[in-house]
């Protein structure tokens, strides 16, 4: 057996690199937050190569003092903690104490510093983790931390970085994260001596949106400003209509610090269901302000990820604030605005030169009347409107005044006017969110109405499958699904919901049980139900195409008036299109 040695420090820091100093952009993190802990009003980045040459972070803050240099680039040296308690009580960003040790023992490190009450500037240098001697030279109050040649005695590791625009890429995503959680402090990019960024202090987070992500989607974005007890969280979510097809848009900030946080996000999945197309995700700009021994900082190399003392009530907080935003905003999707001038049309369309074209004619919705029972499509029942009664929780929402009758076009859009716009209307994703509605109503009331199968179905599945479904038979259940065991890998299926009686039995159940056997899937009932009714309201609902009676137009319109949740489809797409005449005046250039 080998003898147990200690390690020499060089090695112990070279491990310590390996978490904290992956590629440029973690020294960029490091080096910035330092500047921030500092006290600095203004912080500059300079890159070189992507940051593979050179990063350089110049800022004006306290600066460091020449007796002090030294052990600023010694493992496990830092002036932001002193005991143990203090780890639970974290006010700063860099608290570790081994950036600059690390960073220096894997490339040429120049440290270079001057205190407000110093004459002059004092410097060091670190090569590949052999500390130099520390030397006067001039320089203006704060410090400039310079690192060049990274992993230059570590060629294996200089391999796996990726390209110069790859690596100034994720060098760009620090920058932009850290100027998004301290709008106060004036931060600037350079790259080859090519200025990408400059960015005054404001006091607006939506100015440095604007900067980053464009004034357009800047513009759109809704206010959040929610506080509980001790727990606080302001900024900006987007309009459903602005949406992502990742979560890197999603910009979670605690004490001035970009998260990532899988509670917080699912939080924020589960205020857009409904309001979102499968695949696509929020976009969001929250700060999160709450003590500092509520939240436990020190669980990752570089706390990206934290630990919440009550993070139950933080989700419901989250998700609370913004359904309750919803609630005061109009939903209904809006006409694309024109295309900038000289910039090329999408695609053009020819309108007919008759005054009044076949497909907007009342008459032809009359005429079609008689092939309705024809047309082949599920049974729909569309209750009776009734007029609208107050909620307490409803607030002032925009009011588009009330439509007139509706018109069919193209046999699967409904048209109607209101006072000051013209309303056009999915059939199909409108009849589906008003049944999913009534279909969740019911299903909170009590269980969903099963058919029992005049002869049970034995349907084979992979053990895996059998196993989950026999499992959560009850919560199956109350979906209106029964089934039993038949021994092996066979389950038999007794019965299930009426509307999806014609539906392939084999894939609905493995459907089913893929979402059951997901790790969340034992405490997560409410979104294996939603998506069963998204399942039926979809199969029962009106289809595109289908040719309506004017009786049950008007049925349809007027009960989309009585839901809180007609503006978007189960699955996220909108049912309705609000054209005002302010966006027709400008379409045809009348404004």
Same mark, same amino acid.
């Given at each position: 057996?080998?003898?147990?040695?200690?390690?020499?420090?060089?090695?112990?820091?070279?491990?310590?690199?390996?978490?904290?100093?992956?590629?440029?952009?973690?020294?960029?993190?490091?080096?910035?937050?330092?500047?921030?802990? !500092?006290?600095?009003?203004?912080?500059?980045?300079?890159?070189?190569?992507?940051?593979?040459?050179?990063?350089?972070?110049?800022?004006?803050?306290?600066?460091?003092?020449?007796?002090?240099?030294?052990?600023?680039?010694?493992?496990?040296?830092?002036?932001?903690?002193?005991?143990?308690?203090?780890?639970?009580?974290?006010?700063?960003?860099?608290?570790?104490?081994?950036?600059?040790?690390?960073?220096? !023992?894997?490339?040429?490190?120049?440290?270079?510093?001057?205190?407000?009450? !110093?004459?002059?500037?004092?410097?060091?240098?670190?090569?590949?983790?052999?500390?130099?001697?520390?030397?006067?030279?001039?320089?203006?109050?704060?410090?400039?931390?310079?690192?060049?040649?990274?992993?230059?005695?570590?060629?294996?590791?200089?391999?796996?970085?990726?390209?110069?625009?790859?690596?100034?890429?994720?060098?760009?995503?620090?920058?932009?994260?850290?100027?998004?959680?301290?709008?106060?402090?004036?931060?600037?990019?350079?790259?080859?001596?090519?200025?990408?960024?400059?960015?005054?202090?404001?006091?607006?987070?939506?100015?440095?949106?604007?900067?980053?992500? /464009?004034?357009?989607?800047?513009?759109?974005?809704?206010?959040?400003?929610?506080?509980?007890?001790?727990?606080? $969280?302001?900024?900006?979510?987007?309009?459903?209509?602005?949406?992502?097809?990742?979560?890197?848009?999603?910009?979670?900030?605690? /004490?001035?610090?970009?998260?990532?946080?899988?509670?917080?996000?699912?939080?924020?999945?589960?205020?857009?269901?409904?309001?979102?197309?499968?695949?696509?995700?929020?976009?969001?700009?929250?700060?999160?302000? &709450?003590?500092?021994?509520?939240?436990?900082?020190?669980?990752?190399?570089?706390?990206?990820?934290?630990?919440?003392?009550?993070?139950?009530?933080?989700?419901?907080?989250?998700?609370?604030?913004?359904?309750?935003?919803?609630?005061?905003?109009?939903?209904?999707?809006?006409?694309?605005?024109?295309?900038?001038?000289?910039?090329?049309?999408?695609?053009?369309?020819?309108?007919?030169?008759?005054?009044?074209?076949?497909?907007?004619?009342?008459?032809?919705?009359?005429?079609?009347?008689?092939?309705?029972?024809?047309?082949?499509?599920?049974?729909?029942?569309?209750?009776?409107?009734?007029?609208?009664?107050?909620?307490?929780?409803?607030?002032?929402?925009?009011?588009?005044?009330?439509?007139?009758?509706?018109?069919?076009?193209?046999?699967?859009?409904?048209?109607?006017?209101?006072?000051?716009?013209?309303?056009? &209307?999915?059939?199909?994703?409108?009849?589906?969110?008003?049944?999913?509605?009534?279909?969740?109503?019911?299903?909170?009331?009590?269980?969903?109405?099963?058919?029992?199968?005049?002869?049970?179905?034995? $349907?084979?599945?992979?053990?895996?499958?059998?196993?989950?479904?026999?499992?959560?038979?009850?919560?199956?259940?109350?979906?209106? $699904?029964?089934?039993?065991?038949?021994?092996?890998?066979?389950?038999?299926?007794?019965?299930?919901?009426?509307?999806?009686?014609?539906?392939?039995?084999?894939?609905?159940?493995?459907?089913?049980?893929?979402?059951?056997?997901?790790?969340?899937?034992?405490?997560?009932?409410?979104?294996?139900?939603?998506?069963?009714?998204? &399942?039926?309201?979809?199969?029962?609902?009106?289809?595109?195409?289908?040719?309506?009676?004017?009786?049950?137009?008007?049925?349809?319109?007027?009960?989309?008036?009585?839901?809180?949740?007609?503006?978007?489809?189960?699955?996220?797409?909108?049912?309705?299109?609000?054209?005002?005449?302010?966006?027709?005046?400008?379409?045809?250039?009348?404004?």
């Amino acid at each position: 057996m080998t003898e147990i040695k200690q390690l020499p420090p060089h090695v112990v820091n070279k491990i310590a690199a390996g978490e904290v100093v992956e590629r440029p952009a973690s020294m960029v993190k490091e080096l910035i937050e330092n500047a921030i802990d !500092s006290g600095a009003t203004r912080i500059d980045l300079i890159l070189r190569e992507g940051g593979t040459a050179e990063v350089r972070v110049v800022d004006n803050g306290a600066g460091i003092a020449p007796d002090q240099l030294a052990m600023a680039v010694t493992s496990h040296a830092t002036s932001k903690i002193e005991s143990d308690d203090d780890l639970f009580d974290v006010t700063t960003l860099g608290f570790r104490g081994e950036a600059l040790a690390s960073i220096g !023992s894997v490339a040429h490190l120049r440290i270079r510093s001057r205190t407000a009450e !110093s004459d002059a500037g004092n410097e060091l240098r670190v090569d590949g983790g052999t500390i130099g001697e520390v030397t006067p030279v001039a320089a203006a109050t704060g410090t400039t931390v310079a690192v060049s040649d990274l992993f230059f005695n570590t060629p294996v590791r200089r391999k796996f970085l990726r390209t110069i625009r790859t690596e100034l890429g994720h060098c760009t995503e620090i920058f932009t994260r850290l100027a998004l959680a301290h709008p106060h402090i004036h931060f600037s990019l350079t790259h080859e001596e090519r200025l990408l960024h400059d960015l005054p202090p404001v006091t607006d987070l939506r100015e440095r949106i604007a900067h980053f992500f /464009g004034r357009p989607l800047a513009d759109k974005l809704l206010e959040i400003d929610s506080r509980e007890g001790e727990i606080e $969280i302001t900024g900006y979510v987007a309009h459903p209509q602005e949406s992502r097809p990742n979560t890197k848009m999603q910009y979670l900030l605690l /004490g001035g610090r970009f998260i990532r946080d899988r509670s917080l996000q699912h939080a924020l999945g589960e205020a857009y269901r409904g309001l979102l197309l499968r695949g696509r995700y929020p976009i969001c700009f929250l700060t999160l302000r &709450m003590p500092a021994d509520q939240v436990d900082v020190n669980v990752h190399p570089t706390k990206l990820e934290v630990r919440f003392r009550n993070a139950q009530q933080l989700y419901r907080q989250l998700l609370s604030a913004i359904r309750n935003r919803f609630l005061e905003e109009n939903l209904n999707a809006t006409l694309a605005p024109l295309q900038p001038e000289g910039a090329p049309a999408e695609r053009t369309v020819r309108l007919p030169l008759s005054p009044n074209p076949p497909a907007l004619q009342p008459e032809a919705a009359h005429s079609a009347a008689s092939n309705f029972s024809s047309t082949p499509r599920p049974h729909i029942e569309i209750q009776p409107s009734t007029s609208p009664t107050a909620i307490s929780t409803e607030v002032d929402r925009p009011s588009y005044g009330e439509p007139i009758p509706a018109i069919q076009v193209m046999h699967r859009y409904l048209i109607a006017e209101s006072d000051n716009a013209v309303i056009v &209307m999915d059939q199909h994703a409108l009849h589906e969110s008003i049944l999913y509605e009534k279909l969740r109503k019911k299903v909170l009331a009590g269980p969903i109405d099963r058919q029992p199968l005049l002869v049970p179905e034995p $349907i084979d599945l992979a053990a895996e499958e059998a196993s989950v479904l026999i499992e959560r038979r009850e919560t199956l259940l109350t979906l209106g $699904i029964e089934i039993e065991p038949f021994g092996g890998e066979t389950v038999l299926l007794t019965a299930l919901p009426a509307l999806l009686a014609n539906e392939n039995r084999g894939d609905l159940l493995r459907s089913l049980a893929t979402q059951l056997a997901q790790p969340e899937g034992q405490a997560n009932r409410r979104d294996l139900i939603d998506d069963l009714l998204h &399942m039926i309201s979809c199969k029962a609902a009106i289809k595109a195409g289908d040719v309506l009676a004017p009786a049950e137009i008007q049925d349809l319109v007027a009960q989309r008036a009585d839901s809180d949740v007609a503006h978007h489809c189960p699955h996220g797409r909108p049912t309705t299109l609000v054209l005002t005449r302010e966006d027709l005046d400008r379409q045809f250039l009348r404004t």
